[in-house]
């Protein structure tokens, strides 16, 4: 939801001119960035795996939630900060009696935005949903509720699956290990002595999965690190990477540690059960 302020009728031409309102993919650019935002808690600015483009969330909880749309599988676009066509939402609001967002200053209505759009396949079709992202204290205030309710009804008018996510809907330990996953997709931009490098190493790492039992993971990468010399926590940034790419699975709702015996990780094949997330 529209959360900067200073916007008047020449800087929201502006955003529109820099297409901000428009793109997919790699191209999609967010109507708010985190330099439009002023600073109420932790932002972000992270590389999704998806789209291979630097994604702009504006607190902890979007944070969380786009990790797990990151991961998933079947995801195919994740969209941050999506604006909502201005002239609908402020029908909506009349027609629901609700006052539409206007900037504090200027008092010129805002753009509402909608935190996570997701392109992704369920039960075998391709669907678009819509995501907002809210600590569950948030809901107890009205005027939140009713700016959600704009939210919502918006998207039900375009027939597009919308729900609130809070706190409770992002179990810790999955956002837990998730961040260690985060960022460990790539190995080719790291300084390697030659091109392909840290993929060579990450192929001889996965192949000795099976080998290794109830070993757990710290004893797994001391003795692979001294095998292939690699330096300290070389193995584990491959083992992270093969997780990250789901050349190896794991239960993610069982924090990662360095206790976590190899019985845990394993690969995905037809009668696998991939990560509840």
């Not at 669907?127 to 509720?145: C, F, G, M, W, Y």
């Not at 845990?264 to 696998?272: E, G």
Request: net charge negative; hydrophobic share 40%; with cysteine.
């Amino acid at each position: 939801m529209a959360r900067s302020a200073g916007f008047d009728e020449a800087k929201i031409a502006r955003f529109q001119e820099e297409a901000r309102d428009q793109g997919a993919g790699a191209d999609y650019k967010p109507w708010l960035t985190v330099r439009d935002v002023p600073s109420r808690g932790r932002s972000h600015r992270i590389l999704g795996a998806v789209t291979g483009r630097v994604h702009h969330l504006l607190s902890d909880l979007e944070r969380d939630a786009f990790l797990i749309y990151d991961y998933l599988s079947g995801v195919s676009d994740i969209r941050e900060q999506f604006p909502l066509d201005r002239d609908a939402t402020s029908t909506i609001a009349e027609q629901a009696g609700i006052r539409h967002p206007v900037d504090a200053r200027t008092k010129t209505p805002l753009v509402q935005t909608t935190d996570l759009v997701v392109d992704i396949v369920r039960n075998g079709l391709p669907e678009t949903i819509a995501r907002s992202v809210k600590p569950s204290s948030e809901l107890q205030k009205a005027r939140v509720v009713e700016k959600l309710e704009i939210e919502r009804r918006y998207w039900k008018d375009r027939g597009v699956d919308w729900g609130i996510v809070t706190e409770h809907e992002l179990p810790s330990a999955v956002i837990q290990n998730l961040q260690l996953l985060q960022g460990c997709g790539r190995v080719d931009h790291l300084q390697q002595p030659f091109v392909g490098y840290y993929a060579e190493r990450a192929a001889l790492v996965a192949s000795e999965l099976e080998a290794w039992g109830n070993a757990s993971l710290q004893q797994f990468c001391h003795a692979m690190d001294a095998r292939l010399g690699l330096d300290g926590g070389g193995t584990l940034l491959l083992v992270r990477h093969l997780l990250a790419t789901k050349v190896w699975l794991t239960d993610l709702f069982h924090p990662i540690t360095d206790t976590t015996p190899l019985t845990a990780f394993f690969r995905p094949d037809a009668n696998a059960v991939r990560a509840r997330a």
